[in-house]
């Protein structure tokens, strides 16, 4: 117990600190770090949410006004209906992503960073949808959103919290299917886990995420993104 806990809190150190920057990271890094160590994916999902949607809140608290109102429509609308859907599906199936992900994700990073237009590929509401799916399934959604709010070119303050309002609405709608579905069992040390998650917040929040030029935060969601896909592909090749 007192070694799956260090593993747990040194997950939540390093996701910690890249979801306080960019919006994402917990779920997104947290998941197949987890699964590798050999936590079941419904444990994983207990672990990283309540976590995750505590970091959220915070990143969104000063900048509610931030929020695209036309991103708001199609996350309600569209998102999160798909986002319970596929979650409950996902207790009877088993599909891997991992590698039609990490290969777009690749092709996205290197597009933003030789500056090709890519944003008709993915700012339809197709996408959005085929997001929420893949999230549901496999809690990875988090780096298509990320793609697909990065071609927006806002500054960074209004990349993050767009991010992290739509994070926020993944993991409430995450936590209220898994509890409709009786799969809702919450770690003993899980507030342990959120005051982890909210103390890196804070501190990385004020040493690095305030002093990023806006010219370097592009640049970083950029290498992100090509850091996720290489992750991605490298998990499901070698495991």
């Known amino acids: 117990m007192i070694n799956e806990q260090i593993i747990i809190i040194l997950t939540l150190f390093f996701t910690g600190i890249v979801q306080s920057v960019i919006g994402v990271g917990i779920l997104l890094f947290g998941t197949p770090i987890l699964l590798l160590v050999g936590f079941n994916y419904f444990d994983v999902l207990n672990i990283l949410l309540p976590v995750s949607l505590a970091v959220n809140i915070f990143q969104i608290s000063n900048g509610i006004k931030e ?12 998102v999160l209906p798909f986002v319970a859907i596929s979650l409950t599906f996902a207790t009877y199936i088993n599909f891997d992503f991992s590698v039609a992900i990490g290969f777009f994700l690749l092709f996205l990073s290197i597009s933003k960073l030789l500056n090709f237009n890519i944003n008709a590929l993915i700012k ?30 806002w500054d960074k303050n209004k990349t993050r919290t ?7 609405a993944f993991a409430t709608t995450q936590l209220i299917t898994l509890t409709i579905n009786g799969k809702l069992q919450l770690n003993q040390y899980f507030l342990i886990h959120i005051f982890v998650g909210l103390i890196i917040f804070f501190f990385t929040n004020k ?30 090749l070698l495991f």
């Open 207 to 236: 040493l690095i995420f305030k002093n990023i030029k806006e010219s370097h935060f592009s640049k970083l969601i950029s290498l992100l993104l090509l850091v996720f896909g290489i992750i991605l592909l490298t998990k499901t």
């Open 162 to 168: 767009n991010i992290a309002f739509f994070y926020l």
């Open 124 to 153: 339809g509401k197709i996408y959005l949808i085929l997001m929420a799916i893949i999230h549901g399934i496999t809690n990875l959604g988090g780096s298509l959103l990320t793609g697909y709010i990065s071609i927006k070119e």
């Open 67 to 78: 929020i695209d109102k036309n991103l708001s429509k199609d996350l309600f609308i569209l």
